[in-house]
């Protein structure tokens, strides 16, 4: 069972396309690695995480047995909180693929910038909200 806190605010809201989340959340846990902030907010969050073993016996379900907690602190871009919530899963996903990616990109990048700001339209289920320059 893995469980997500935000310890700081944020605006914005996810009501829609979960499924995307685990692709975004790893763009901007990669970007924030290798590029940081590029003056964006950042906000603290933590990721709270159990392990859970089911037993069975047979195809009936016998017991559940938790182990102990762990929290992980750390530091986020604030317009992808929503997103890194709704994916729990991807702080232990391989980003390198998008590591390689935002280097390229740098800070500057209105490519990146327009990216960043579809993916989290997409996510909240608004139109795009850059459309030229891509």
């Known amino acids: 069972m893995t469980n ?3 310890v700081a605010s944020q605006s914005g809201g ?19 690695a290798v590029l940081g902030d590029c003056g964006d ?12 073993t089911d037993w069975y016996r047979g195809r009936s379900f016998e017991s ?8 992980t602190e750390f530091t986020a871009l ?13 702080l232990r ?10 280097e390229a990109m740098g800070c500057d990048s209105d490519t990146r910038r327009a990216m960043e700001g ?3 339209a997409y996510f909240d289920g608004r ?5 030229s320059g891509l």
């Open 4 to 6: 997500w806190k935000q």
């Open 14 to 32: 996810a009501n829609s396309q979960r499924a995307f989340a685990d692709i975004a959340a790893q763009w901007a846990l990669a970007r924030y």
């Open 41 to 52: 907010p950042v906000t603290t969050m933590i990721h709270t995480s159990t392990p859970v």
């Open 64 to 71: 559940r047995e938790y182990g102990s907690t762990s929290e």
């Open 78 to 90: 604030a317009g992808f909180a929503d997103i890194l919530i709704a994916a729990p899963g991807t």
């Open 93 to 102: 996903a391989d980003i390198g693929r998008f590591e390689r990616i935002a």
């Open 118 to 120: 579809n993916m989290r």
């Open 127 to 131: 139109l795009p909200v850059f459309r």
